[in-house]
């Protein structure tokens, strides 16, 4: 009789803390998705995750220093007797894809001043560097 009515106290206690944690796991759940959807709307471009204004102020300072892209590209990406504007939405040898930009600065091109890699930045300044230059390019980001 005693354990009955201790059984009937406790599911009376636990019930409403299951409640309340299946409601803040619902609630997070929701709140991830919400900001998941945000992000992908305002900052991330559809071929690639990374183009978060830190990444794209990264790049920046990748493009104007180590990497020297400034001297041939132009300060503002719009192009000079040497290289192509980077500005899009016409390339000259690339789609204007996040993969494409990427692949060129990482491999260069043969033939061409384009060095891969130039200035010898490292694997994440090029992918800094490619999400600057796609963000500007796609409208995303100020030169
Ligand atoms: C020494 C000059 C020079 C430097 C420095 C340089 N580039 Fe280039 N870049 C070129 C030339 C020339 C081309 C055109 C090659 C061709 O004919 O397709 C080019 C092409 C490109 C392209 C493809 C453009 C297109 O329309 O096909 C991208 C993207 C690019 N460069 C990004 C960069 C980035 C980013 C940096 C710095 C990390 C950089 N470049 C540094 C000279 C340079």
Same mark, same amino acid.
Do not use: N
């Given at each position: 009789m005693r354990?009955?009515k201790a ?8 019930g409403?803390a299951v ?6 796991l619902?609630l ?6 919400a =900001?998941s959807v ?13 183009a ?18 400034h001297?041939? *590209?132009?300060?503002?990406l =719009?192009?000079?007797p040497?290289a192509p504007a980077l ?5 000259? *040898?690339i789609d204007?894809?996040?993969?494409a930009?990427?692949?060129?600065i990482?491999q260069?091109m043969?033939g061409?001043?384009m ?9 994440? =300044? ?5 999400t600057?230059?796609?963000?500007v390019?796609h409208g995303?980001? =100020?030169?």
């Amino acid at each position: 009789m005693r354990q009955h009515k201790a059984q009937g106290r406790m599911k009376g206690r636990w019930g409403p803390a299951v409640a309340v944690a299946a409601i803040s796991l619902v609630l997070g759940v929701g709140w991830t998705d919400a =900001q998941s959807v945000d992000t992908t709307k305002r900052e991330a471009p559809p071929d690639s995750a990374l183009a978060t204004p830190a990444t794209v102020d990264a790049g920046r300072l990748v493009f104007h220093g180590r990497g020297s892209c400034h001297a041939c *590209h132009g300060d503002k990406l =719009q192009g000079g007797p040497i290289a192509p504007a980077l500005t899009g939405p016409k390339w000259r *040898h690339i789609d204007g894809s996040y993969g494409a930009i990427l692949d060129r600065i990482d491999q260069g091109m043969t033939g061409t001043v384009m060095m891969r890699r130039p200035g010898r930045i490292t694997e994440a =300044q090029v992918l800094m560097v490619a999400t600057y230059v796609w963000a500007v390019s796609h409208g995303r980001a =100020q030169p």
